[in-house]
Nanobody, 119 residues
């Protein structure tokens, strides 16, 4: 059973924008903090942003002021608006639901969505 579907990635020039979308199963989405991770080639998966069920957000320092996370609870969907993209943002982006502590995710990873930023 597919629980997470990410979309919205693509190729963009530095300074450009993309909006990522993640649709989750209702059981996974409901009442859980949703998270976006990314994994660049040869690097470990990195937590990028989180949003609680009541809308509190957090970001890794490298994307603060450029990325905005949001969620639509009626649609079981979480978004990541990415502005002023930089080449170092190039990665596969994944969403998930956070477990009882930071770094623990509930579901199996989806296929992710590739973001490539050219200089």
């Amino acid at each position: 059973q597919v629980q997470l579907v990410e979309s919205g990635g693509g190729l963009v020039q530095a300074g450009g924008s993309l909006r990522l979308t993640c649709t989750a199963s209702r059981r996974l989405f409901r009442d859980n903090t949703m998270v976006w991770y990314r994994q660049a080639p040869g690097k470990q998966r990195e937590l990028v942003s989180t949003i609680t069920s009541d809308g509190r957000v957090d970001y890794v320092d490298s994307v603060k002021g450029r990325f905005t996370i949001s969620r639509d609870n009626a649609k079981n969907t979480v978004y990541l608006q990415m502005d002023n993209l930089k080449p170092e943002d190039t990665a596969v982006y994944y969403c998930n639901a956070e477990g009882p502590y930071r770094g623990y995710v509930i579901a199996s990873w989806g296929q992710g969505t590739q973001v490539t930023v050219s200089s």
